[in-house]
């Protein structure tokens, strides 16, 4: 079992010590984080593991992270999260977060692009559905902001020809109703989808009062 055998001061960190375990030094910390340390203790004492073992940790970390990622795309904050969950120390999760993003397996612009595609071009969703889906997976705003405004102009669409996709495809289940029940229920299925009050109405003119407007379209055709 590894050793304090040793805590002198730190040649060239004024205010730090350097903690010496079985003769060798392993780790370099602010005196007053070492106040409770003594030689003779157990190395975990002063809060970290000897450089192999260490290593050893990380990899094993590292190693979990890729396996989570290979089972679906995550977030950089999702992924940490789960790997804490699954009792990862937090400092092997920083290192494994890190490795990850500069071997570019890990790329929140990237994640967040996928997550607004897939509600852009896929089933369709609001903006803001779409802002608080990749907020909810710790996705920082701007990164999700810029990610939406990038697939529409990929795609050359905007928020309101994704709400009267919505509409149309809803209108689908509604086509047993008189016309003001369809309007009514229309605008109350787009509003809780999250789309702002003046795109609703656009939209149900768009689909319902244009002149000789198409029958919704069959997906699944």
């Not at 007053?32 to 340390?37: E, R």
């Not at 369809?182 to 605008?187: G, M, P, T, V």
């Given at each position: 079992m590894?050793i304090?055998?040793?805590?002198?001061?730190?040649?060239?960190?004024?205010?730090?010590?350097v903690i010496?375990?079985d003769g060798?030094?392993?780790a370099?910390?602010?005196e007053?984080?070492?106040?409770?340390?003594a030689?003779?203790?157990?190395?975990?004492?002063?809060?970290?593991?000897?450089?192999?073992?260490?290593?050893?940790?990380?990899?094993?970390?590292y190693?979990?992270?890729?396996?989570l990622?290979s089972?679906r795309?995550?977030?950089a904050k999702?992924?940490?999260k789960?790997l804490?969950?699954?009792g990862?120390?937090?400092?092997?999760?920083a290192?494994a977060i890190a490795?990850?993003?500069?071997?570019?397996?890990?790329?929140?612009?990237?994640f967040?692009?996928a997550?607004?595609?897939?509600?852009?071009?896929?089933?369709?969703?609001?903006?803001?559905?779409?802002e608080?889906?990749?907020?909810?997976?710790?996705?920082?705003?701007?990164?999700?902001?810029?990610?939406?405004r990038?697939?529409?102009?990929d795609?050359g669409?905007?928020?309101?020809?994704v709400?009267?996709?919505?509409?149309?495809?809803?209108?689908?289940?509604?086509?047993?109703l008189d016309?003001m029940e369809?309007?009514?229920?229309?605008?109350a299925?787009?509003?809780?989808?999250g789309?702002?009050?003046d795109?609703v109405?656009?939209?149900l003119?768009g689909?319902l009062?244009?002149p000789?407007?198409?029958?919704?379209?069959?997906?699944?055709?």
């Open positions: 590894p304090i055998t040793g805590i002198v001061p730190s040649p060239d960190k004024p205010g730090h010590v010496l375990v060798v030094a392993f370099t910390v602010p007053a984080s070492a106040a409770g340390l030689p003779g203790q157990d190395s975990a004492a002063a809060g970290a593991e000897p450089p192999r073992k260490a290593a050893a940790g990380e990899q094993k970390t190693d979990r992270a890729l396996r990622l089972f795309a995550r977030s999702e992924l940490e789960r804490i969950e699954k990862e120390p937090r400092e092997h999760v290192t490795r990850l993003s500069a071997n570019g397996l890990l790329d929140d612009a990237r967040a692009e997550k607004a595609r897939s509600g852009i071009v896929g089933k369709p969703r609001s903006r803001r559905r779409i608080q889906d990749l907020a909810r997976k710790g996705v920082a705003r701007d990164v999700a902001e810029a990610a939406i990038r697939v529409m102009a795609e669409t905007d928020e309101l020809a709400a009267e996709r919505a509409a149309r495809k809803k209108l689908r289940s509604l086509s047993g016309p369809q309007r009514q229920k229309l605008y299925f787009l509003a809780r989808q789309y702002a009050p795109v109405r656009r939209a003119r689909v009062d244009a000789h407007a198409p029958p919704p379209e069959d997906e699944g055709a």
